[in-house]
């Protein structure tokens, strides 16, 4: 099982941006990578996912026009910009990735510890 390693998260006003990282310890060209998100209270949210060699990239409604999803296979690391944040994107970000196609949790069994992205002023 893949041990994902997301960073990148912090506390941010509304409208800034944030850029997360998740480091694969594997070659990442072998894996689409998805993001979800959990805020306290709901249940895990796919956000954005992208194909292995980044030529697909789908994207949750909410986030669209503000969040953008990359990857670089040669640092096995695909990265979540996120532009003109609310308060209503704030919760854990995760990254997973694996074979699967979809923004359903239970698709993916690869996940990081997850990294808190807080929008407040």
């Known amino acids: 099982q893949l041990q994902l390693v997301e960073s990148g998260g912090g506390l941010v006003q509304p409208g800034g941006s944030l850029r997360l990282s998740c480091a694969v310890p594997a070659p990442l060209k072998h894996f689409n990578v998805g993001w979800f998100r959990q805020a306290p209270g709901k249940e895990r949210e796919g956000v954005s996912l992208i194909s292995n060699i980044g030529d697909v990239i789908i994207y949750a409604d909410s986030v669209k026009g503000r969040f953008t999803a990359s990857r670089d296979n040669a640092k096995n690391t695909a990265y979540l910009q996120m532009n003109n944040l609310s308060p209503e994107d704030t919760g854990v970000y995760y990254c997973?990735?694996?074979?699967?196609?979809?923004?359903?949790?239970?698709?993916?069994?690869?996940w990081g510890q997850g990294t808190q992205v807080t929008v407040s002023s």
């Open positions: 997973t990735a694996g074979g699967s196609w979809g923004l359903e949790s239970s698709l993916y069994t690869n």
